[in-house]
């Protein structure tokens, strides 16, 4: 079972940028996919963005429609690290932000595997 640590959330205006980061405390090279994800209050944990591994679609990256275009996730197996740029960020982006092993098809659904419970996530503002 893997373990994720995240961080780089805060507080960020209406149109601002914000990155986050989050480590595995394995190696993330042999996974379908993994993925951001983000939770608000009261609701399920959403996908926001995957990137296939590289023996399964060639780092391939996917996202959940509303942040197509604004968002940007990348991965450095070295580093056992995830990464999501987020650009022009909107209100409705405030959540906590997660990382988790997924499949690539399905984690617009909030689906994960391979971890037996959620890291503490990193929370993100996005206020005036």
């Known amino acids: 079972q893997v373990q994720f640590v995240e961080s780089g959330g805060g507080l960020v205006q209406p149109g601002g940028s914000l990155r986050l980061s989050c480590v595995a405390s394995k190696s993330i090279a042999s996974y379908y996919g993994t993925a951001w994800f983000r939770q608000v209050p009261g609701k399920d944990h959403e996908g926001v963005a995957c990137?296939?591994?590289?023996?399964?679609?060639?780092?391939?990256?996917f996202y959940t429609t509303s942040v197509l275009g604004r968002f940007t996730i990348t991965r450095d197996n070295s580093k056992n690290s995830l990464y999501l740029q987020m650009d022009r960020v909107k209100p409705e982006d405030t959540a906590v932000y997660y990382c988790?092993?997924?499949?690539?098809?399905?984690?617009?659904?909030?689906?994960?595997?391979?971890?037996?419970?959620w890291g503490k996530g990193t929370p993100v503002t996005v206020s005036s």
């Open positions: 988790a092993p997924t499949l690539c098809s399905d984690f617009r659904s909030g689906y994960y595997y391979g971890m037996d419970r």
């Open positions: 990137i296939s591994g590289e023996g399964y679609g060639h780092s391939s990256t």
